[in-house]
């Protein structure tokens, strides 16, 4: 993981409260496995499932904000205490305005992580926007930080631990697995 150092971008990482996620291609690697009976199922990261859980102790709400309806989705967000998610979002931009209305919150105290074009104007929006490593190229120039992890392959946890190091909460973090 690189470290952030411009001073701008730390003082912006410093004011996050909530972090807004995509799903496919972001806590995935963007690959849906159909059986034959129709069901979908996908893989994800448990480096990345700690990292969000880790972030919401220490009072980082998490929402998931996605393009795509799956099941799937509902039992991940489930298993990791995860209340809001939004599915079959087409215009993230509208979902986003209501989010901040509903906690007050503004655009610079979010933080989104993305991969495609769709996901670029919230990329733009926020006050620390993010790119998987292997987001399409259009969404890498839009972001603030690009992972050195792909999506589902711990982009998450990456950033994760940036928010946390970057609000000096990393030594809580540490205390609590007794590892500093």
């Known amino acids: 993981m690189k470290k952030v150092t411009d001073e701008r971008l730390l003082g912006r990482i410093r004011g996050i409260k ?3 996620l995509d799903v496919d291609g972001v806590l995935t690697d963007g690959r849906i496995i159909l059986d ?17 859980k880790m972030l919401m102790r220490c009072g980082i709400d998490v929402i998931l904000l996605t393009g795509r309806k799956s099941r799937v989705v509902d039992h991940r967000a489930a298993d990791l205490e995860i209340t809001e998610v939004h599915q079959g979002i087409w215009d993230k931009r509208q979902v986003f305005d209501e989010i901040l209305k509903g906690r007050k919150l503004t655009p610079e105290q979010t933080a989104y992580v993305g991969d495609d074009v769709v996901d670029i ?5 926020v006050g620390f926007g993010v790119a998987v490593a292997d987001a399409c190229p259009e969404a890498i120039e839009a972001a603030d930080y690009v992972t050195d992890h792909s999506g589902g392959r711990g982009a998450v946890r990456e950033v994760c631990e940036v928010i946390l190091k970057a609000q000096d ?3 809580e973090v540490a205390a609590r697995y007794e590892f500093a």
């Open 36 to 52: 034959d009976a129709g069901l979908e199922s996908k893989q994800f990261d448990v480096r990345d499932g700690h990292g969000l």
């Open 18 to 20: 909530l972090l807004i």
């Open 169 to 171: 909460r990393w030594g």
């Open 121 to 125: 104007p919230l990329i733009k929006r």
